[in-house]
């Protein structure tokens, strides 16, 4: 299977103006071209079917019409507008069959990057001695840690805040891995990064928080510079490093909660959570956001891939939360407030998330979910102060003379392991 391998590089100045250069071309075709098709889709009448110009098309009305006119462009290596220009035919196929949004001009200075490529993929010529990478156009660069491989087909270059990043792909084998493995639920959430079922917490590092004064004052700072002046450069510099720390200590959290949840698990349960459903809450949303959610579900889905695991997406309607591991009675909603989560059925204490990751780990497609009777109702509200049950589960409530013992019973009777 490929894996993408990402390590930092440490050129020199003249390297720098070499990078820079390269990703100044980038974002000069990839600009160019979005105002040729933005203006093709703008002439185009109603109901008349134009045909867009391919990334070869593109390419060959760069050279035409805008290479000649610009001798920058022949000081970095032909590949970087190429695959500039292949990177927006992409992103407007993306646009077309909705799965994003119509692509953006790109703007100097931000995400700078770049792509370079050497030989072919049996014969790769872009070689590394461990210590260095030989890449085409610009020569020998420091690698701040050796690469898995010592020659590659093609690389990325890319810069974060004042450091400059190589990322290539390289193919690995899949590790055996022959103890058995148990399979745990894992519960996501905001004051804690994610509960497994097993009882095992890892804590939510909250990078964004404890950064957040600095960020701000230094938001300030940049605010108060003069547009173009030195002293605003080496602002917006100092506010990206804050920035990168703030995403490297998220990524290294995320990164080791999957590594262990992959390798030691056969199967991992988690929710398939709404994420952009739950930024519109603003209360909220600089928490959930500061957490990572989407990021990881992402490793997971790759991770447990590479170690043999399965990953499986609990029903993001399942009441989690609402239901008891102990019995399996089913209560009504309860408020992010309460972290305890009570029965009124059996009496059961158990922390909130990690009743929440049980349920999740006992959880199998078209599992039985016991109905919630008013007795439920009653019970909690004098002990816990929930709320009113959910409009979406309305319908499944009960009338008053269905016993809430007969209902956990046959919630223990479906699925086996509750009791």
């Known amino acids: 299977m490929l894996l993408s391998f990402k390590t930092?590089?440490?050129?020199?100045?003249?390297?720098?103006t070499a990078f820079r250069k390269a990703s100044g071309v980038a974002r000069h075709a990839y600009n160019w071209a979005n105002a040729q098709i933005k203006d093709i889709l703008a002439a185009q009448k109603e109901g008349e079917k134009l045909k867009l110009p391919s990334a070869i098309d593109l390419h060959k009305r760069l050279v035409a019409e805008v290479k000649y006119e610009h001798d920058w462009y022949y000081e970095v290596n032909k590949n970087v507008p190429q695959k500039a220009l292949a990177d927006l035919r992409q992103a407007w196929d993306r646009c077309f069959k909705k799965v994003s949004k119509q692509p953006r001009f790109k703007k100097k200075g931000q995400r700078d990057s770049f792509y370079l490529e050497s030989g072919t993929k049996a014969k790769p010529l872009i070689k590394n001695d461990g210590k260095r990478i030989k890449l085409p156009s610009i020569g020998w660069v420091r690698l701040a840690e050796p690469l898995p491989v010592?020659?590659?087909h093609n690389c990325v270059i890319s810069r974060q805040a004042d450091r400059w990043f190589?990322?290539?792909?390289h193919e690995v084998e899949r590790p055996v891995l022959v103890a058995p493995r148990p399979t745990v639920g894992v519960d996501i959430g905001i004051k804690e990064l994610a509960v497994c079922?097993?009882?095992?917490?890892?804590?939510?590092?909250?990078?964004?928080?404890r950064k957040s004064k600095r960020m701000k004052r230094l938001?300030?700072?940049v605010s108060r510079k003069v547009k173009g002046s030195k002293n605003r450069i080496k602002a917006v510099k100092k506010l990206g490093k804050i920035h990168a720390k703030v995403s490297n200590i998220?990524?290294?959290s995320i990164h080791k909660l999957t590594y262990y949840l992959a390798k030691n698990h056969s199967v991992i349960k988690i929710e398939d959570l709404h994420v952009k459903a739950f930024l519109k809450n603003h209360k909220l949303a600089g928490a959930i956001?500061?957490?990572g959610m989407y990021e990881f579900k992402r490793?997971?889905?790759?991770?447990?891939?590479?170690f043999g695991s399965q990953l499986i997406l609990v029903d993001r309607f399942f009441p989690s939360s609402q239901i008891c591991s102990n019995c399996g009675n089913h209560r009504h909603k309860m408020p992010l407030k309460n972290r305890v989560y009570v029965c009124p059925n059996c009496g059961y204490t158990e922390d909130r998330d990690l009743n929440a990751a049980k349920n999740i780990d006992r959880w199998f497609m078209d599992i039985f979910i016991p109905e919630r009777s008013d007795m439920a109702v009653s019970s909690t509200v004098s002990a816990c102060g929930v709320d009113k049950p959910l409009k979406s589960h309305l319908e499944t409530t009960v009338k008053q003379e269905i016993n809430t013992k007969m209902i956990a019973v046959q919630m223990c009777l479906d699925l086996g392991s509750f009791g």
């Open 219 to 221: 938001q300030r700072s």
């Open 250 to 252: 998220r990524q290294d």
């Open 150 to 152: 010592t020659a590659i």
């Open 289 to 291: 956001a500061d957490c």
């Open 8 to 16: 930092a590089l440490i050129p020199n100045n003249q390297q720098v």
């Open 299 to 306: 490793q997971l889905e790759y991770k447990t891939e590479k």
């Open 166 to 169: 190589i990322a290539i792909k």
């Open 197 to 209: 079922s097993h009882g095992k917490i890892f804590e939510n590092p909250q990078a964004y928080r």
